[in-house]
Structures are given as C-alpha cells and as structure tokens.
C-alpha cells in the first residue's frame, strides 16, 4: 500500500506537471487518497461488529415493541395507585375566562356561560347518575360556589335579555340588599374539587378546575381568572370525543335556559270538540321562540315527515340526483 504523503509532497508532485495535464493527474491522486483511507477505515472495523450489528438490530426492535405495552401499563397503574398523572400524553381543552371585579365592567366574552354549561352538565347530571367515588372528595379541597349558570357574572345585563333577572346587587352588606324570588329561582349549587383532576364518570373524561386572582393593569381591585380543562387519553377519535362532550353539556344547558316571556301572554284555541252542550277547547302557550310546538297548521303533520325524509335521505331525497334543497314559504299573521 502507497502512503498518500505529506503536503510538501504533493505540492512537489503538481509542481513537475504540465498545466495541460494537471485535472487528470488531481483526479488521479484525489482518487488514490480516498480510497487509502477508506480501506484504513474499514480494517479499523472488526467484521464481526458489522454481523452483530446487522443481527441484533432487528432483535432489539421486536423487544421494544413487546416490552412498551408492559411499560405503559406498569405506568398507568403505578399512576392510579399513587393518584398522581404520570407517563402518557393527554388530549385536553380549555376554556378561559377573565372576571372583572364590578358588574359594571363588560365581560369580555361568554366563556363563563361555557364554563357553567360544562360545570352544571357534570355537577348536576352526569354525576347524579353515577356518583363520584367518595376517595375524590378528600384527596384535595373542593369550592362550593352557589350561582346562577344562565347569567355572566356579575356584568351589566340588558333588561330584554333572557338573562336578566334584576339589577345586579353591588352592595351585599346592606341588609335590605335582598335577592328576589326569581333569582333565588336561578340559584343552583356547584361543588367541585380544586385544582385536581377529577372524572366526569363519563366516557373517560376528566375534569380540572381552577380560580385564582388576576392582577390587572388600572385596576386596584384584583380580577378573577377561572380556569376550566378537560382531558382524555391521546388516541384515534380523541379530540372528537372532547368536542363532542363540550356539545352535549351545551344542549342540556340550552334546554334549561330561562325564557322571558310570560306564558300567560298567549294561548292558541285549538277546537276540541262538543259533548253534552259544551264546546271543549285545547290551550296551548304561544311563545316567541317558534318551533313546531307552537305552530298550528293543518299540514303540520306531513311537514315534520317531509322533513326527516330531508334529514334522513328517506324518499325522494334518497334517489341519485334529487336536489338536496328544501324550503318553505311562512306567511300569516303573528301567533
């Protein structure tokens, strides 16, 4: 084997070429030096390294893949059984909301009526149905806050709005300063652990809670940061599933949402029939928020099924190339 030199010498070496011939002879001596010390390299490298290496690669990936699951459930008991969340990634959601300290001051959005659409689905209804253990309510301090879910804390409400309920009450020390039988009405009680991670005891979801003082600029008064998050385990479908539970929370809320009108404003005579000189009558409330419990009309009946044959792909609508459209013209008096 040739030694590839030192630098003197290949400086001597080009220094006896003719310029014409001096790229091939580089090429020459470029190709003589590499291939010196690659040849180094590899008989630097025992042979059986490379067999091993090219052996037990596959054997050390088989093993991880055997050993992981083993792993994470050694991890996910050792996390029950503390109480503690270690390991695996989380999907979560979050819902913020900054509360001013005077009712004056608007709220900056309504992800407080969010955050009490989720707090009364889960407090109220989810675990009604199934009890939360009684461990969660010793592991870790609880609040205990009685208010009203239909109003946005304490900011000023239009008096045509469905929320308002009276003028917002500023001075609680007064003893004459006293809630009206409507808003003790609306009042409902949430208890709900701190700054914990608790199950919703549905579709394995949990649940953390927060409220902390907030320093705001211009303010001497400290605002009110609540903090409310859900989670799931990371999987196929994750994210969907949260969604869907904020969803879900917000139809139930929606259905319990306080209504402004007076029910005795309206009523609709239906005729009844007539029976020993008496004429009967059905009364029903007609209220502002229309649907099809408070219209009357004799194709009611064949409407709703053209409807649901729309919404399901029943009937005509189920034939390739029907328009998917449908629309109604409403005309009449009010009521």
């Known amino acids: ?58 054997l050390f990936v088989g093993l991880l893949r055997v050993v992981r699951p083993l792993l994470e459930s050694w991890i996910m008991g050792s996390s029950v059984i503390l109480g503690t969340v270690v390991g695996l990634p989380y999907i979560k959601r979050n819902i913020i909301v900054q509360l001013p300290p005077f009712f004056f001051v608007e709220v900056p959005n309504h992800n407080i009526l969010l955050q009490n659409a989720v707090l009364m689905y889960v407090c109220h209804h989810l675990w009604r149905q199934k009890p939360l253990p009684s461990r969660f309510f010793f592991q870790s301090a609880h609040l205990v806050a009685l208010l009203d879910p239909y109003r946005p804390w304490h900011a000023y409400v239009n008096a045509r709005s469905p929320f308002y309920v009276g003028p917002s009450k500023t001075n609680r020390s007064n003893p004459a300063d006293v809630l009206t039988e409507t ?25 953390y809670f927060k409220e902390e003082p907030l320093a705001v600029a211009h303010y001497s008064i400290p605002w009110t940061r609540r903090t409310l998050s859900l989670r799931c385990r990371a999987a196929p479908g994750s ?97």
Do not use: C
Request: hydrophobic share 40%; charged share 20%.
């Open 1 to 58: 084997m040739t030694s590839p030199g030192t630098v003197g010498d290949v400086v001597d070496a080009f220094s006896s070429v003719p310029p014409a011939h001096m790229p091939g002879r580089l090429g020459n001596y470029a190709v003589q030096y590499l291939s010196n010390h690659i040849g180094s390299l590899v008989q630097s490298v025992p042979v059986m390294f490379v067999y091993v290496l090219f052996i037990g690669y596959p």
């Open 183 to 207: 808003q003790l009405e609306r009042l409902r009680l949430i208890k709900i652990p701190h700054k914990s991670w608790t199950p919703v005891m549905s579709d394995d979801i949990e649940l």
């Open 239 to 335: 994210a969907a599933k949260l969604d869907e539970f904020v969803q879900r929370a917000l139809e139930v809320f929606a259905e319990g949402a306080p209504g402004k009108e007076d029910d005795a404003l309206r009523w609709f005579f239906a005729y009844g029939g007539e029976s020993d000189d008496k004429v009967f009558f059905n009364q029903y409330v007609l209220r502002s928020n229309k649907g099809f419990d408070t219209l009357f009309f004799p194709q009611r009946d064949a409407t709703l099924t053209l409807i649901n044959q729309f919404m399901q792909r029943r009937g005509r609508f189920a034939v390739e190339g029907f328009p998917q459209r449908l629309g109604f013209l409403v005309y009449g008096p009010p009521g």
